[in-house]
Structure formats: C-alpha cells, structure tokens
C-alpha cells in the first residue's frame, strides 16, 4: 500500500486552465494501523486549498484560511465540531465492518469518502459526486443521473442493495450536492473575496547564463492575474513558457512565465516582464537586467527588496513542497488510486450494518 504524499497529482491543487471551475469538497479519512496518526481526518478544501480541518486528536473543527476565521462564528465550529464527532463514530465503525467483510486484522487499513459540488462561473454548469473506498480500492459511487450506487468491487453489492433501496436518503443526498453545496461554495467564494487585493512580489530567475530568464510573481491575491514578458512595449509570444498557477499556504498565490534571451539582450532593456491582477488598475512591471536577475552563480538581485528570499528558485520549490505536504497531511494520508483525475480521489463505505452517516446530509455546510 502506497502513501501518497503527491495528492497535487490528484488534481487537489487548481490550474490555470480551469480557473472559471470553482470546486467544494470534503474528504473523510479513517485508518487502522498508524499508531502515530489520527484515526479520523476531515479537511474541506474549496479550489484546492484547505478551509476547514478535524482530526481525532484535537477533536475540534478548526479553519485553515483566515477568512473562515474572520467570517463564521464560535456557534458554527462548535456546530461543526460536533458533527465530526458523530461522522468519527461512524466511520470508525464502519472501517471494522470493512475489515470484516473483507477478512482482514492486521496492517493498515483506510477507510475514505469524498463528496462535494463543483460549479463554472462562466457557463453556470454544475455537477456533484458522493464517492467512498477502502484501502485505495473504489467501493462505492453515486450515480445522480440514475438515483444509484455504481460498486466496481462484488463485496460491495450488498451495501449497493441496501442503499438504492434508500431513496429518500439518495434523493436527500443529490438535493445537497446539487443545490445546497452549490449555494455553500458561491457563498465561500463571496466570503473569500472580501479579502484585500495583495499585489504580486516580483523575482527574475536564472539557473545558468544559458537558461531561460524565470518572471516570478507570488504572494498576490486574487488568483485571476496575467503574467507575460514584453519587448519595446510589445507582448512576447515567441520562447516563451508559462508556468501553473498555484497556491501559497497563506492563501496567496504564485505564477512564472520563462522567456529564451540572448546573453547579451540581459542588458538591453528592451524586455520587461508584466503581471496584471483582477480588480488592480495598474500593471506591475520589472525590467530585465543582469543586476537583478538571481541565478545559482550566486547574483543577489531582486526588484522587491521587502520580500525576503522571494527570488531564490530554492524557495520556490520549497513552497510548492510546502503546499503539497499541507494538502497531503490535513487530507488524513489519503490513501488513493487514480482513478478518477477530474473528481480527485473515489472513496467507499462497505457497511450493511452498523452505521449510515454516510447517507445522510453531508455534516459540513
């Protein structure tokens, strides 16, 4: 069995390519086995980066970005502590049938669920999905067309059976993810965005004399921002690469664009790179000179003095790192095949006895 810390490959962390697809989702997580981990994780994560967290341990629902904590009450973690409480119970009751039904005592045991919404901005489609699994295997998924569960594996056919014949519960659930998730997520959105603008810290990079010339702009918010290099005014469309978008642990974000020069057009000043965010009037812009540019030869030029060691390529990889070990520990160690790139992991309760949280309402939201 595989730990997988990669959960950005899992497609947890957002792409610029789908920036107008907002997402809400809530991972359950409940092992056996890992004496130095929480029996039961929850983490919710709107766009990929985590907003509410609970484990076992600290057995209190907690936020993970600033404005859940500015924005909800103490009557609402309270709320929503108390029902991870009742969804701990009920999971780890239900990974011992799983264990059960599977003949299975020792080693490490997980037991999962995933459910949440999705909705894009620009066309107002939406989508929901309810999926559980144990020991990175799918168990179950919710069919919404059909008002059924989809079991890949035949141990599951009898929690299958048992569920479709729920429908007031199956009808309970899509009426969540369909529309009250929905209505949670643009309401988040709506939260997250009264948050202040933060203009971009601005960094040109270079491995060698003979690599490209890196444009990294980090710690801005919004998310919506484009980042180009110019020449003599004009915007570069040849050599040159554009980086992911991807999220700081802050809640801020980061973005690079790579431009091919020539060595000696370093100091020309003829290029300069160019970030544009959402809901900022003016451009922010660093031109390109050799005494700014950071490389590994040991250069010490920036063009933000006030953001310590945001030039270093180092630091770079070491946030996204970062990123991907907070996504992977509050995500419970999700144990996980991929099965499913656009959803991000599929979980599964193999319970015909016991209890069927599961079934009912989603605790969060």
């Known amino acids: 069995m595989m730990f997988i810390i990669g959960v950005y490959l899992l497609g947890l962390i957002p792409s610029p390519a789908s920036t107008a697809t907002h997402s809400l989702k809530y991972f359950y997580t409940a092992t056996s086995g890992l004496p130095n981990f929480p029996e039961f994780v929850t983490v919710g994560l709107m766009d990929g980066l985590p907003i509410t967290y609970y484990d076992s341990n600290i057995r209190r629902e907690t936020p993970r970005q600033d404005w859940m904590a500015e924005t909800e009450s103490p009557e609402y973690w309270e709320r929503q502590t ?38 894009d901005d620009e066309t107002g489609a939406t989508d929901g999905f309810n999926q559980y699994g144990y020991n990175g295997e799918d168990l179950l998924v919710l069919d919404l067309k059909n008002l059924r569960y989809i079991a890949p594996v035949e141990k599951a056919a009898t929690t299958k059976y048992k569920w479709d014949h729920q429908k007031g519960l199956i009808e309970s659930d899509i009426n969540y993810l369909t529309q009250y998730c929905i209505d949670w997520l643009k309401m988040y959105l709506k939260k997250k965005t009264l948050k202040r603008t933060v203009p971009p810290s601005l960094s040109l990079l270079q491995k060698s004399p003979s690599s490209p010339v890196t444009c990294h702009a980090t710690g801005f918010y919004p998310s919506s921002v484009i980042v180009f290099w110019r020449r003599d005014g004009d915007q570069v469309y040849e ?101 499913n790139p656009k959803k991000g992991f599929v979980p599964a309760n193999t319970s015909d006895g016991g209890s069927n949280s599961s079934n009912n309402t989603p605790p969060h939201a």
């Open 82 to 119: 108390q029902e991870s409480i009742s969804a701990e119970h009920s999971f780890k009751a239900n990974i011992d049938i799983a264990k059960q039904r599977f003949n299975q005592s020792g080693g490490v045991h997980s037991f999962q669920r995933m459910y949440g919404c999705e909705w």
């Open 239 to 339: 050599d040159v690469d554009y980086g992911q978008l991807l999220p700081n642990e802050d809640g801020t974000f980061q973005n690079s664009v790579h431009l091919t020069v020539k060595p000696e057009d370093l100091d020309s000043g003829r290029y300069e790179c160019v970030v544009q965010l959402l809901g900022v009037q003016e451009d922010f812009v660093t031109r390109l000179e050799r005494s700014v540019v950071k490389t590994n030869l040991g250069n010490t030029g920036r063009t933000n003095p006030g953001s310590e060691g945001s030039g270093s390529s180092g630091l770079i990889i070491g946030a996204v790192v970062g990123v991907l070990l907070l996504v992977a520990i509050v995500c419970g160690v999700i144990i996980w095949k991929k099965k």
